[in-house]
């Protein structure tokens, strides 16, 4: 744990870097979403900013750019101390971001997009050819050359991406974020977007790199900073730091300790026996998974491993029917499943905890009551009405055996903690009588004893026979549930582990293999 | 990152007392400055007095924010109602009346107020399931959806009475504006009726439940297996159908149907009583009586103008500073702006 | 080949399309549909409805709607007439008065929208209560302008032709073909078109309306743009409501009743998409065109009710509004 605050020391460090951030802190409503935090960024680098969910990346950025204000702690920039306030503030002292879902205009000219906001004007009106010729000339400096006159839709989301940081650097450029550029790429477009990447480095621009994939921290960035539930774990040389040792540093767990949790793990009932309950062969979609394979056997926990982005929740939505496959076919209990839709998972005797509860899960204004009646009540369409001693009888059931810490069952669930919210979503679908539950992340955000009491519940569902896909990014907790665990990288799956092979070491190991040419 | 809930240790005061404190203050200003005003005087076995008046009067728009009310759970709205009440009442009287003028006169229906009242009524609902279906299947914003009607539906209407006023001499229909039920005016039995119809749908079937999540989260009713497009349709059909009912309720009133003025504005009104009776514009919980209870309340502001002599446009600017008083108190930004000045003070 | 005009001008040219064929269409139909009179009236006749009409393009480019440009027609024109007729004053400053009236009621409304995050159509709603209201409060009835300067206004086109020393016959027919108020109207829409793409704040408009949540990441100003749009609107519906005095020599509190409507249709109609972020406000003007001729034709033919105008336009409305969502759609599709 030594290296945990201090961070390995530099080998060359010039006088004043680039960018400082010194123990930063920011503090949202009972999260400490930023601990005391520092970070530095050298003018002419490419610095990969890494961490799972809720470590702290996006939260760092928009406290650099003025999006929130910081609870402590100093930002300089070259030396001196500065206070963004606000994006345009950010962005005047020479700090500007690319975000992931492009945040450009899509309906309007890739020129105009460039020009925004500080149009150059004559006599009350807007220059439109000196913006072309500037579009064109601040592209031609990343190597494009387009018509800058078509809408920025009809190009591909390289190509935004390009215009977007073409945009960044025409405004100011001295330091700039890249959040998440490459997850909508090709390959040969991540190829085209980090040599301008490289070529910008190279003439002194700092480049903050966030990204999950790991693959490209190595092709492309000259030093990593990684963070957890809001702490730096420390800042690394990339060529000093073997991947292995990276992954472990984002999930918190040292590579050495892989056995300490098998112990506490059961012993799985042999299932190849009998026939799996679900039969998944080439199940694919174009840009969220590549086609894999998979069987779930009634009584196992079946595990997904991978990092954030890896294309866990993708596989879990596709199996739901939430999003449709474009390859591959699913045979449920022995039949083929033709034509997938939530509806008839729903049927089939299939259950969804979304990752992504607040969104997804919880309908906020309505009792704990109806929220988990919900998915029942839907399945058995409104003319089979439950009635309200039913109702309440089931919700009552489900806050006993779940433990749900509350008054009464009619309290708007948005009043609910966030571990009682996460098992009200659990009662919901327990409530329709699954065969198959898919936990996407369910112990994310919830206090430990909650967490626990989940993972007992688990293990308890999986004795009763029912089958359970289990994704979870502490692989503790994968390892401590599963018997078998699929492993994802990159959005593709790279292996299948089972028996002596589940333990956080190989897993670890799984992932960080680079890929097989 | 989730968000953490807001976690409040008082209990949360029905929305619905506030509309209720409202009417109680109007009506108790009446009580205390107009003559007369709580009189109920019984003549003939009926019931008669300002205070009858006003729910009597407030029937149409009663029958409108009750379908409005359902719209608006599921985070939609319905700009419509008031044509479809211009066509309803003009397909009903039309068929009773059977004017040369009007195309109408080519379906002889006998006279019957019975098929004519169950033909203006089907095509309100059909109206409404186009709404439904513009919004559901399309995926057109609701206010553009039925704004389209909103647009064409009066023309439909004049279309069909050809400009005229068609007036009517129909017992049966003359009887649902003017006549009495059990003592009351026919108009608030068919509201009452209606009201415990749809409570009870909505109430003791899984319908409301339904309507609230879709409204309250479409993405995780989706989740959870809802078929959110045939709620919006059902909802925007029941509002349809209502509307072409106040439609009937309000030719009746008059004995005729005036394509050019009924219904006019009453989207306005129907929107208003929604709002005021604590459904919020963005979905989810719903008040049927709260609606109610908004729509009787404007109508009670309305009466007290007229009684106190300033002319009757003088509630519009009433109205639009009620909107505007309403929608900022359900706004989340102004609550914890005004939270944020009081703790500062104290 | 359609696509990529489509993706270009979005309906636009679907637009120009169904104008034109209705204008040929009419004129073929009815005698002297193609006159030159007829062709002028389309531009005089629609001006109040044309100068609302481009206000709430911009409303609308910005993912807006303003439900309260009718009854500001009509609140405006009462209180010009009233002004004039009543308190004396001259009709000038009488209008003036009442664009900063408008001005500033927009401004407002667009104040609450973004500042309390509130969906503009009730505010909007709210709007038009009040100004309909107030209305009424000025004057419960219509009033007619005696005031010597409205027809010094209407002749001035042909007083203008006869200093420039062209014959009477010439001054005569310039008085009769050069209305004031399709002046008006033309005058505000190029101001519109100008502002819409030669200036900071019509780009503004269009970016708020593509992507509010872009808008605010590039650093433009979301909040002050949108109550600049709503001031326009006001502004707009308000010279609209001089223009209607001087169309018909009155101020009426129920002038301009459900014109909003109109005017919305006029807007999709002429390929400005709902959702906002893209449109023209030339599109606007063959909206107003697709109207004016319409209306024309069903009075040219007489047999027809004049309801059919309505039928019509929400028949169109329903048309375009379709289009635009497969638009949308495609180009959805075209951008993954």
Not at chain 1, 474 to 484: I, K, M, N
Not at chain 2, 334 to 343: A, D, K
Request: aromatic residues 6%; contains cysteine.
């Amino acid at each position: 744990m030594a290296d945990q605050l201090t961070g390995q020391p530099v080998a060359h460090p010039p006088p004043t870097p680039l960018l400082e951030m010194r123990s930063v802190t920011k503090t949202f409503p009972g999260v400490a979403a930023l601990d005391r935090v520092d970070f530095t960024l050298r003018a002419g680098e490419i610095h990969a900013l890494m961490g799972e969910n809720g470590a702290g990346k996006s939260t760092l950025i928009k406290v650099l750019t003025g999006i929130h204000a910081r609870d402590g702690g100093d930002i300089l920039l070259a030396g001196k101390p500065v206070e963004p306030h606000s994006t345009i503030q950010a962005q005047k002292l020479g700090i500007s971001t690319v975000y992931q879902e492009i945040n450009l205009i899509p309906e309007l000219s890739v020129a105009e997009n460039v020009f925004l906001g500080r149009q150059p004007m004559k006599l009350g009106a807007i220059r439109w050819r000196s913006i072309r010729r500037g579009a064109e000339a601040a592209l031609a400096r990343l190597d494009l050359s387009i018509d800058v006159t078509r809408p920025l839709i009809s190009y591909s989301m390289a190509i935004q991406q390009m215009v977007a940081i073409a945009r960044a650097l025409d405004v100011s450029a001295r330091i700039l974020i890249l959040d998440e550029p490459t997850s909508s790429l090709d390959e040969n477009e991540v190829t085209q977007l980090f040599r301008v990447m490289r070529r910008l480095k190279d003439g002194g621009l700092g480049i903050v790199f966030i990204t999950h994939f790991i693959d490209q921290v190595y092709d492309v960035a000259d030093r990593i900073t990684v963070l957890r539930n809001g702490r730096l774990v420390g800042a690394y040389e990339t060529a000093e730091l073997p991947r292995i040792e990276l992954i472990a540093k984002m999930i918190g767990r040292s590579v050495s300790d892989e056995s300490a949790a098998e112990a506490h793990r059961e012993t799985e009932a042999d299932s190849t026996a009998k026939q799996p309950f679900v039969q998944v062969r080439g199940l694919g979609r174009r840009g969220a998974i590549a086609p894999f394979d998979l069987d779930i056997f009634p009584g196992e926990v079946v595990g997904m491993a991978g990092l954030l982005g890896s294309g866990r929740t993708e596989a879990a939505r596709l199996i739901f029917g939430l999003d449709r496959a474009d390859a591959g076919t699913m045979r449920i209990g022995g039949e083929p499943a033709k034509r997938t839709s939530v509806r008839r998972a729903i049927a089939r005797g299939f259950g969804f905890l979304p990752e992504d509860r607040g969104r997804q899960g919880l309908v906020p204004d309505l009792s704990l009551r109806e929220n988990i009646i919900l998915a029942l009540q839907a399945k058995r369409g409104w003319l089979r009405t439950l009635s309200r001693a039913r109702q309440t009888e089931i919700a009552e059931r489900f806050i006993k055996t779940l433990n749900i810490d509350t008054t009464d069952t009619d309290k708007p669930i948005r009043l609910l903690s966030g571990g009682n919210q996460q098992k009200a979503i659990l009662a919901r679908w327990l409530a329709t009588e699954p065969a198959l539950l898919i936990l996407d992340e369910p112990t994310r955000g919830i206090d430990v004893g909650a967490k626990a009491e989940i993972q007992r519940l688990i293990a308890r569902l999986r004795r009763d026979g029912m089958a359970i896909l289990f994704i979870s990014s502490e692989l503790e907790e994968v390892v401590q549930s599963s018997g078998r665990v699929m492993v994802l990288r990159d959005r593709v799956k790279v292996a299948e582990l089972c028996g002596e092979d589940v333990n956080e070491g190989r897993i670890m190991h799984t992932i960080a293999e680079a890929h097989v040419a | 990152m989730s968000k953490t809930p807001v976690t409040s240790s008082r209990a949360p005061v029905p929305r619905i007392v506030w509309p209720i404190i409202a009417l109680a203050l109007v009506l108790g200003f009446n009580l205390l400055f107009t003559h007369g005003f709580c009189q109920i005087e019984v003549r003939d076995g009926r019931l008669y007095g300002s205070l009858i008046d006003i729910i009597d009067r407030a029937g149409p728009v009663m029958l409108v924010s009750i379908g409005m009310t359902l719209v608006i759970a599921t985070a939609g709205i319905d700009l419509s109602v008031g044509a479809v009440m211009a066509i309803a009442g003009a397909v009903a009287a039309g068929l009773v009346a059977q004017p040369d003028y009007s195309v109408l006169s080519n379906f002889d229906v006998g006279g019957s107020f019975v098929i004519a009242a169950v033909a203006a009524l089907l095509i309100s609902a059909i109206a409404g399931a186009g709404n439904g279906t513009l919004v559901a299947i399309c995926g057109v914003q609701p206010i553009v959806a039925t704004l389209i009607l909103m647009v064409a539906g009066r023309g439909v209407a004049q279309l069909l009475t050809s400009g005229q006023i068609i007036t009517f001499e129909n017992e049966s229909f003359a009887y649902l504006g003017n006549g009495f039920l059990l003592a009351l005016p026919v108009t608030v039995s068919i509201v009452l009726v209606v009201f415990i119809i749809v409570s009870l749908l909505t109430r003791k079937t899984a319908l409301g439940l339904f309507v609230e999540a879709v409204g309250g989260n479409p993405v995780a009713s989706r989740h959870a297996g809802l078929r959110s497009g045939a709620v919006k349709i059902a909802v925007y059909t029941v509002c349809g159908l209502l509307a072409g009912l106040a439609g009937l309720i309000a030719a009746a009133d008059i004995k005729a149907a005036d394509a050019n003025n009924a219904g006019l504005y009453i989207e306005l009104d129907a929107i208003l009583a929604v709002v005021i009776g604590g459904t919020a514009l963005t979905g989810g919980r719903f008040s049927l009586a709260g609606s109610i209870i908004g729509a009787l309340l404007i109508q009670a502001l309305t009466t007290t103008i007229l009684s106190r002599g300033v002319p009757v446009e003088y509630t519009l600017v009433v109205k639009g500073a009620v909107v505007i008083a309403v929608c900022l108190l359900q706004a989340e930004r102004f609550r914890s702006m005004f939270l944020h000045v009081v703790r500062r003070r104290t | 080949m359609i696509a990529r005009l489509m993706r270009q001008y979005g309906t636009l040219a679907a637009t120009a399309v169904v104008c034109a064929l209705l204008y040929v269409i009419a004129g073929v139909r009815y005698e002297y549909f193609f006159s030159w009179r007829v062709f002028f009236a389309f531009f005089s006749d629609n001006a109040f409805l044309g100068i609302a009409a481009v206000g709430m393009t911009f409303v609308i480019l910005s993912g807006g709607i303003d439900l309260s440009v009718g009854a500001m027609i009509g609140c405006a024109s009462i209180i010009i007439a009233t002004l004039v007729e009543v308190a004396g004053w001259h009709p000038a400053m009488a209008v003036l008065c009442v664009l900063v009236l408008g001005t500033l009621f927009g401004a407002s409304m667009g104040g609450l929208i973004h500042r309390f995050a509130l969906p503009p159509f009730i505010v909007t709603l709210a709007g038009m209560f009040l100004a309909r209201g107030v209305g009424f409060v000025v004057h419960q009835e219509s009033i007619s302008i005696e005031h010597q300067f409205y027809p010094a206004i209407l002749d001035l086109p042909a007083g203008l032709a006869r200093a420039a020393h062209l014959s009477d016959d010439a001054a005569q027919l310039v008085g009769l073909f050069v209305q004031p108020t399709a002046v008006v109207f033309l005058l505000v829409l190029a101001v519109g078109i100008y502002l819409a793409h030669m200036t900071r704040f019509g780009r503004n408009t269009y970016a708020v309306g593509g992507s509010e949540d872009s808008a605010l990441l590039m650093g433009l100003p979301v909040g002050r743009t949108k109550v600049q749009v709503y001031a326009l609107s006001g502004f707009c519906s308000a010279l609209a409501g001089a223009v209607y005095t001087l169309y018909t020599f009155s101020g009426n509190p129920t002038a301009g009743t459900m014109l909003e409507l109109d005017a919305i249709a006029a807007v999709v109609i002429g390929g400005t998409l709902l959702t906002g972020g893209v449109g023209y406000v030339a599109g606007t003007l063959l909206g107003v065109l697709i109207f004016g001729i319409i209306q024309t034709a069903i009075n040219f033919d007489g047999s027809l009710s004049s309801w059919w105008t309505r039928i019509a336009i929400g028949f169109l409305l329903l048309i375009f509004i379709l289009l635009q969502r497969l638009l949308q759609r495609t180009l959805g599709n075209a951008s993954t």
